[in-house]
């Protein structure tokens, strides 16, 4: 599977963004898809999935009210929409996908199977 972001940019805070995941190769409607985010320096954490089965949207706590994960199986695509947007939510954003779909481990890196190569949001002051 190919996965492919888009969406990324500069923009102040307060602004907003969607970032979309487009995916060849294989139906999102068969994998539970993620997002993570990278600043320099550090590993990928979590920002939010959403479920294969019914469509469950889950977000790390930094981003909950702020950010909505959906998907669009008809164009197998997935878009974070990112509203309110801070400085600390600066960093490489990276799509991802997995078939060990489980609540329990989401926000653990290794539990996701392919990514997408990254698409930089920056937020000024």
């Known amino acids: 599977v190919q996965l492919i972001e888009s969406g990324g940019g500069l923009v102040q805070a307060g602004g907003s963004l969607r970032l979309s995941c487009a995916a060849s190769g294989r139906l999102f409607s068969n994998a539970a898809v993620g997002w993570f985010r990278q600043v320099p320096g550090k590993g990928r954490i979590f920002v939010a999935a959403?479920?294969?089965?019914?469509?469950?949207?889950y977000y790390a706590d930094s981003v909950e009210d702020r950010f909505t994960v959906t998907r669009d199986n008809a164009w197998n695509t997935v878009y974070l929409q990112m509203n309110n947007l801070k400085l600390d939510d600066t960093a490489v954003y990276y799509c991802t996908v997995t078939d060990r779909w489980d609540v329990a481990t989401m926000t653990w890196e290794t539990q996701w199977n392919a990514w997408g190569q990254g698409t930089q949001v920056t937020v000024s002051s």
């Open positions: 959403i479920a294969r089965n019914n469509g469950r949207a």
